[in-house]
């Protein structure tokens, strides 16, 4: 009996097809994975109490770098807790890049308040490339006194014990200890959003790839060694990218040195919190992502909830023939409770929202994030702090000038 011509035409395109379901039901498969590591690497890790140190083991002086950029409700709070720290050894290095920015008053008030603390103000910056923050950290990096760097954004929050807590993780192969990005307790739905963001979505792939050596490192809060940073030129070295975080821990990487997350997340603390700005400051991350690791152009859309869902709804129905709308509301279900679990372990006591608030943030944050991903791909420049930049691929970033009119 021969077969049909057409049939073996189909038979190339049924390969393509059944490829592509094995691949998303292995790939779906591998998201539980990434969800399960998350949870008990977080259970395990956050919130550990600090051993005892002993008395007569020196504790390294710390320098701590504040780059700040106009004021908000919170800051002066913010920047207290870092005069209140028990610590023994660190100075704070206070950076402005405006010398008419109302930040400066604050930190003058918080100086005369606590004069045994050692507290340096750097005003006017040094233009060593495009990032802004580097830019506004030089003069305060070069007159750092001590071993250890600690940079840490405006909105940060600390607890008496999270710069010893820092310092402990920091052992003899361990070149920067980081904390994973997490927000203090606020009130209002944008302030919720945060949270569970930041609980879930970004704390389930920070963990993991904690867990895993894959370099998740974020600046916000950020503790290295000064040597391993003047090795390789100091931090003007990567004034040329925006997301200067990522290519640091990079470098340290490349020589062989350890990352590890500290058990403290980092407290943001913003007194500013609008949707508005949230979904652009993910926007904007997404677009850094995607310009340093092209890769994610394709992986990370897949990596969401809802979109997943409903590839991995078609390929079970494809392959098992089982029914799609059943798989994908389970799926969402069990999405869901696992995010729930995660958030509790990184919050580490009751959240100061409701259940049902939970349902409204995390359903809204699951279906806009598509959304956000594709505008960040239809708009590649970048603005951030009053500039707009475009971002080559690798990660280089070029500032585009307003053109002037004549």
């Known amino acids: ?20 379901a094995i691949y998303f039901f292995f790939f779906w498969c ?3 994975g990434v969800h ?48 209140t720290m028990n610590y023994p050894l660190y100075e704070l290095l206070f950076c402005v890049e405006d010398e008419s920015d109302p930040a400066i008053m604050l930190v003058r008030r918080l100086m005369e308040k606590y004069p045994k603390v050692s507290a340096k103000l750097f005003t006017g910056g040094v233009t060593v490339g495009v ?23 405006s909105g940060i929050r600390m607890k008496e014990d999270t710069l010893l807590d820092m310092v402990s993780h920091l052992k003899d192969d361990v070149g920067l200890v980081h904390q994973m990005p997490f927000t203090c307790d606020r009130d209002g739905f944008a302030a919720t959003l945060e949270k569970i963001y930041f609980g879930t979505a970004q704390a389930r792939i920070y963990l993991a790839a904690a867990f895993l050596g894959v370099n998740c490192h974020t600046g916000m809060s950020t503790l290295m060694r000064k040597t391993l940073i003047d090795e390789v030129g100091g931090i003007q070295t990567f004034s040329c990218y925006l997301a200067e975080d990522f290519f640091l821990a990079k470098s340290l990487r490349e020589r062989g040195w350890k990352m590890c997350i500290s ?16 979904q652009a400051r993910l926007t904007r991350w997404a677009k850094l992502r995607a310009a340093m690791v092209p890769q994610t152009i394709v992986l990370e859309p897949q990596s969401e909830c809802m979109v997943l869902g409903a590839i991995a709804s078609w390929s079970v129905s494809f392959l098992f023939k ?11 279900l069990v999405w869901f409770l696992l995010d729930w679990i995660l958030l509790c372990i990184v919050q580490n006591g009751s959240l100061p929202f409701s259940k049902f608030d939970f349902v409204v943030g995390w359903l809204f944050r699951e279906c806009s994030s598509p959304y956000l991903f594709l505008h960040a791909l239809w708009d590649p420049a970048i ?8 971002l080559k691929w690798g990660g280089i970033a070029e500032e585009l000038k307003p053109k002037v009119k004549v």
């Open 36 to 83: 399960l590591i998350a949870i008990f690497y977080g259970k395990w890790r956050l919130h550990k109490k600090i051993s005892q140190v002993p008395c007569e083991t020196p504790f390294p002086g710390v320098s701590i770098l504040k780059p700040l950029m106009g004021v908000d409700p919170n800051l002066f709070g913010n920047l207290e807790t870092f005069f």
């Open 263 to 278: 058990s403290q997340p980092a407290w943001q603390n913003s007194g500013l919190c609008e949707i508005h700005s949230f």
């Open 131 to 153: 990032n802004p923050k580097i830019n506004n950290m030089q003069p305060g990096f070069l007159a750092a006194k001590y071993e250890l760097i600690l940079i840490s954004d």
């Open 383 to 390: 603005r951030w702090r009053g500039r707009t930049y475009k």
């Open 30 to 32: 591998g998201k539980w």
């Open 1 to 20: 009996m021969t077969l049909p011509l057409h049939a073996f035409k189909m038979a190339p395109v049924m390969y393509t097809i059944y490829g592509f």
């Open 322 to 332: 089982w029914d799609p709308l059943v798989f994908y509301l389970v799926h969402i």
